[in-house]
């Protein structure tokens, strides 16, 4: 089992940054892969991004590319989601996921294994 918690969601103005984490615990957490997804109210939740359990380059939805950077640090079983320039529209609640995998994981939300509860992320105009 792998239980994981985020953190560092809030109430931020438009064109503000927010940095999420997501702290891992249980397994190996260098053997995972991690995404983040979202849901706003009234929709379905949506891929945000991931990266592979080595780190290095991620994987971002074309919503949010340029402006979020996933990050992750194995030696403290925690991974990043830095928001920039924020938009209204990225209002939602975040969740982040793990899979174990070698590689990236993709948008797919049926890939993953493991979800947090998610925090809120308000973004007003």
């Known amino acids: 089992q792998v239980q994981l918690v985020e953190s560092g969601g809030g109430l931020v103005q438009a064109g503000g940054s927010l940095r999420l984490s997501c702290t891992a615990s249980?397994?190996?957490?260098?053997?995972?892969?991690m995404g983040w997804f979202r849901q706003a109210p009234g929709k379905e939740r949506e891929f945000v991004g991931s990266?592979?359990?080595?780190?290095?380059?991620?994987y971002y939805a074309d919503s949010v590319k340029g402006r979020f950077t996933i990050s992750r640090d194995n030696a403290k079983n925690t991974m990043y989601l830095q928001m920039n320039s924020l938009k209204p529209d990225d209002t939602a609640v975040y969740y982040c996921?793990?899979?174990?995998?070698?590689?990236?994981?993709?948008?797919?939300?049926?890939?993953?294994?493991?979800w947090g509860q998610g925090t809120q992320v308000t973004v007003s105009s």
């Open positions: 996921a793990t899979v174990r995998t070698s590689w990236t994981p993709g948008k797919s939300e049926g890939e993953y294994e493991y």
């Open positions: 249980g397994r190996a957490f260098n053997s995972y892969g």
């Open positions: 990266i592979r359990w080595s780190g290095g380059s991620a």
